[in-house]
């Protein structure tokens, strides 16, 4: 598991250090492509990190849409940063039906992360800054590129839209 959080860590760190035709900073949300990434929205604060990316290679997830999330450890007894990949399941056909879907993802994740480590007032209100924003320039690249609208899979319960895996780092 190192191995793979090192290569997104990676990825995640030369994403932002190649630029390509279409990348836009979005203020916080870092919005792009990547030869490896169909599209990519990326942010980090206060320890907490969120990557929302659909790869060009298949994953083992019933849906392309990916996020990737790193979580601070706040225990000083017992150290221990949470990382889990979670397949979003944007089954919407609009792009406002897909926001929805992503935002209650990561929405998820951050009550998940924040519940036992003290935050800042501000700290959702900041993270969540421009969200909207920076997912439809996201969106929008997954459109081009084909990806989106997905077909939903048959049997497949909306109810249940996310897949999640975890692991943690001392």
């Given at each position: 598991?190192?191995?793979k ?20 900073q979005s203020?916080e949300?870092f919005?792009?492509s990547?030869?490896?990434?169909h599209a990519?929205?990326?942010?980090q ?8 990316y ?13 996020m990737e ?5 706040c225990?000083t007894?017992?150290?221990?940063e949470?990382h ?5 399941m944007?089954f919407?056909?609009?792009?406002e039906?897909r926001?929805?879907e992503?935002k209650s993802?990561?929405?998820?994740f ?13 700290f959702e209100a900041?993270f ?19 990806i989106?609208?997905l077909d ?6 909306r109810d ?11």
């Amino acid at each position: 598991m190192m191995l793979k959080l090192s290569r997104i860590l990676v990825a995640a760190c030369v994403f932002l250090a190649i630029p390509t035709a279409a990348i836009a900073q979005s203020d916080e949300w870092f919005v792009g492509s990547h030869p490896d990434y169909h599209a990519a929205m990326m942010q980090q604060i206060d320890g907490i990190f969120v990557v929302v990316y659909v790869a060009k290679e298949p994953s083992i997830y019933a849906t392309p849409v990916l996020m990737e999330t790193i979580a601070p450890a706040c225990n000083t007894e017992r150290p221990i940063e949470l990382h889990g990949t979670t397949a979003v399941m944007a089954f919407g056909q609009t792009a406002e039906d897909r926001l929805a879907e992503v935002k209650s993802a990561v929405e998820r994740f951050i009550e998940r992360s924040v519940s036992a480590c003290p935050v800042a007032d501000d700290f959702e209100a900041r993270f969540f800054y421009r969200f909207d924003d920076a997912y439809l320039a996201t969106d929008a690249l997954l459109v081009e590129a084909g990806i989106f609208p997905l077909d939903e899979i048959d049997g497949m319960d909306r109810d249940s839209s996310t897949v999640e895996q975890e692991d943690s780092r001392d």
